[in-house]
């Protein structure tokens, strides 16, 4: 193996004290030791230099080196993700994910408004299917709703101990079978899936990344939390759980499976606005762009009043939790001592008969004292939920304006299309291939229309009944407490 070398074609610059191997372009790199241990491979570079290089991104086959170098240590897109993402401190309240500012575009680009219909025919599969429900156009969903569970958090460490991640085991409904993933796979799933849906379905961002305290019990507990969030979101959309990279995510065999499921996945050409050549409106007519631009302008202008809605509950929710927590309590606090020493002082008078009346006074003071500690507690019970799914919906709300931007991008090309036509640029026939694939595009943002709008219905139904039966347990508690006492 000494004999074969492999050319690089990007810098990588060593950590200094890792004994890393720094690699410059265009250099060969020789592997002079593979027994090394801890995940690392010796090697030298072309000028005499020999340090490591990750074991995970080098293969040998039939005498050949294959490095994967563009997935060698660059920082925040591997082995590091756990270790060097920073994140948004809490100050005190609700810890507020700021993920979903500015939608997923942030996150790459994958999608954008300037694109173009393709004019050619193509050969790809039609794999997701829609057809007309009660609310107009919808996608077409399976018999059994796939879930998963996201448990179990445990820390491993590689190279010897000197880097540790958590991992945690995902479970899906399918084959109640545990596969386990680190963040930073977690995050190359919502890459993929940006990458190959975005243009058509909303891929919210994941929950924030964070360096400090990223070991911590309640970090992990809530990091949990929300990936489950994000994943249960995903499971429900039929078109992203039925997807082969979503199934690969949960139900890969062994370590061999999920490495070729992922450079398969890597590989997929039918992303960005292709996927529309997989989606056939099955026996559909061609819309009328007009209305469904009109459509598309109302359900923009609702996605956005929703914005302000949710931003304006999280900030006046995170308001909240501060006063629950902080100034709130003592309040009651003070109160309830303010009873108690009054009830002190009456006692000191030595008149008889008033035992009742001083009792009652420390009663209501040790009652007000216990209703502070409720308060403290209780936005955990209920307000916690609903700033989540709020929090979750923030992020989703910020991936409409690129997804119907594409939308509209479509439909200002088809109305250039007679001009084009008439310029003999393109053919009649071009078109209405336009003109129809501009109506399937018009029948996915429907459908996702449709979509969101069952999904919220639900989630706020569910977390607006969980969080006032917290609210009446709260009270009822009090007045339990005032019954007892008096």
């Given at each position: 193996?000494?004999?074969?070398g492999?050319?690089?074609?990007?810098?990588?610059?060593?950590?200094?004290?890792?004994?890393?191997?720094?690699?410059?372009?265009?250099?060969?790199?020789?592997?002079?030791n593979?027994?090394?241990g801890?995940?690392?491979?010796?090697?030298?570079?072309?000028?005499?230099?020999?340090?490591?290089v990750?074991e995970?991104?080098i293969?040998?086959?039939?005498?050949?080196?294959?490095?994967?170098?563009?997935?060698?240590?660059?920082?925040?897109?591997?082995?590091?993700?756990?270790?060097?993402?920073d994140d948004?401190?809490?100050?005190?309240g609700?810890?507020?994910?700021?993920?979903?500012?500015?939608?997923?575009?942030?996150?790459?680009?994958?999608?954008?408004?300037s694109?173009?219909?393709?004019?050619?025919?193509?050969?790809?599969?039609?794999?997701?299917?829609?057809?007309?429900?009660?609310?107009?156009p919808?996608w077409?969903?399976p018999?059994?709703?796939?879930d998963c569970?996201?448990?179990?958090?445990?820390?491993?460490?590689?190279l010897y101990?000197?880097?540790s991640?958590?991992?945690?085991?995902v479970?899906?409904?399918?084959t109640?079978?545990?596969?386990n993933?680190?963040?930073?796979?977690?995050?190359?799933?919502?890459?993929r899936?940006?990458e190959?849906?975005?243009?058509?379905?909303?891929?919210?961002?994941?929950?924030?990344?964070?360096?400090?305290?990223?070991?911590?019990?309640e970090?992990?507990?809530?990091?949990m939390e929300?990936l489950?969030?994000?994943?249960?979101?995903?499971?429900r959309?039929?078109v992203?759980?039925?997807?082969?990279?979503f199934?690969?995510?949960?139900?890969?065999?062994?370590?061999k499976?999920?490495k070729?499921?992922?450079?398969?996945?890597?590989?997929d050409?039918?992303?960005?606005?292709?996927?529309?050549?997989?989606?056939?409106?099955e026996?559909?007519?061609?819309?009328?762009?007009?209305?469904?631009?009109?459509?598309?302008?109302?359900?923009?202008?609702?996605?956005?009043?929703?914005?302000?809605?949710v931003?304006?509950l999280l900030t006046?929710?995170?308001?909240h939790?501060?006063r629950?927590?902080?100034?709130l309590?003592k309040?009651?606090q003070r109160?309830?001592?303010a009873?108690?020493?009054?009830s002190?002082?009456f006692?000191s008078s030595?008149y008889?008969?008033?035992a009742?009346?001083?009792?009652?006074?420390?009663?209501?003071?040790?009652?007000?004292e216990?209703?502070?500690?409720?308060?403290a507690?209780?936005?955990?019970?209920?307000?916690?939920f609903?700033m989540?799914t709020n929090n979750?919906?923030k992020g989703?709300?910020?991936?409409?304006?690129?997804?119907?931007?594409?939308?509209?991008?479509?439909i200002?090309?088809?109305?250039?299309?007679?001009?084009?036509?008439?310029?003999?640029?393109?053919?009649?026939?071009d078109?209405?291939t336009?003109?129809?694939?501009?109506?399937?595009?018009?029948?996915s943002?429907?459908?996702e229309?449709n979509?969101?709008?069952s999904?919220?219905?639900?989630?706020y139904?569910?977390?607006m009944?969980?969080?006032?039966?917290?609210?009446v347990?709260?009270?009822?508690?009090?007045?339990?407490?005032?019954?007892?006492k008096?």
């Amino acid at each position: 193996l000494n004999t074969f070398g492999a050319q690089v074609l990007y810098d990588f610059a060593a950590e200094p004290g890792n004994n890393e191997l720094s690699i410059r372009e265009g250099e060969t790199i020789t592997i002079t030791n593979q027994n090394i241990g801890g995940g690392w491979i010796e090697a030298k570079n072309s000028r005499g230099e020999v340090g490591l290089v990750p074991e995970d991104y080098i293969e040998v086959s039939n005498g050949y080196i294959y490095i994967y170098i563009y997935c060698m240590y660059i920082r925040a897109e591997d082995d590091e993700w756990d270790e060097e993402w920073d994140d948004v401190k809490s100050s005190g309240g609700y810890a507020e994910s700021e993920a979903g500012e500015g939608g997923a575009i942030n996150r790459g680009g994958a999608h954008g408004s300037s694109m173009k219909i393709s004019r050619n025919n193509n050969t790809h599969n039609k794999d997701v299917i829609q057809f007309i429900g009660e609310v107009g156009p919808v996608w077409a969903y399976p018999d059994y709703q796939l879930d998963c569970v996201v448990a179990d958090p445990k820390k491993g460490s590689k190279l010897y101990g000197l880097k540790s991640y958590i991992e945690y085991q995902v479970t899906p409904t399918t084959t109640n079978k545990p596969v386990n993933h680190r963040y930073k796979h977690f995050d190359w799933l919502y890459e993929r899936l940006l990458e190959k849906f975005g243009s058509a379905i909303p891929i919210p961002c994941l929950p924030d990344k964070q360096v400090a305290g990223r070991f911590e019990d309640e970090f992990i507990k809530m990091r949990m939390e929300r990936l489950q969030g994000w994943m249960t979101r995903m499971c429900r959309h039929p078109v992203i759980s039925s997807s082969e990279v979503f199934q690969l995510f949960l139900s890969y065999k062994d370590e061999k499976d999920w490495k070729m499921g992922k450079r398969k996945a890597e590989k997929d050409e039918t992303v960005g606005v292709m996927v529309f050549s997989t989606i056939e409106p099955e026996g559909l007519p061609d819309l009328d762009l007009i209305e469904v631009e009109q459509k598309c302008d109302q359900f923009n202008r609702f996605t956005r009043a929703m914005d302000d809605g949710v931003k304006d509950l999280l900030t006046i929710g995170n308001e909240h939790w501060k006063r629950c927590t902080g100034p709130l309590p003592k309040e009651y606090q003070r109160i309830g001592k303010a009873f108690q020493n009054l009830s002190s002082v009456f006692t000191s008078s030595g008149y008889e008969g008033e035992a009742a009346l001083t009792d009652a006074l420390t009663a209501a003071g040790k009652t007000y004292e216990e209703i502070a500690q409720m308060v403290a507690e209780q936005p955990k019970k209920d307000l916690h939920f609903l700033m989540e799914t709020n929090n979750e919906y923030k992020g989703l709300l910020g991936c409409f304006p690129d997804t119907v931007g594409v939308h509209k991008a479509a439909i200002e090309k088809v109305k250039e299309a007679d001009k084009l036509v008439a310029a003999g640029k393109i053919t009649p026939s071009d078109k209405t291939t336009m003109s129809k694939r501009a109506s399937t595009m018009s029948y996915s943002l429907q459908a996702e229309m449709n979509h969101f709008h069952s999904n919220r219905i639900y989630d706020y139904n569910r977390v607006m009944q969980q969080y006032l039966e917290q609210q009446v347990k709260f009270y009822e508690m009090v007045k339990c407490l005032n019954n007892i006492k008096s």
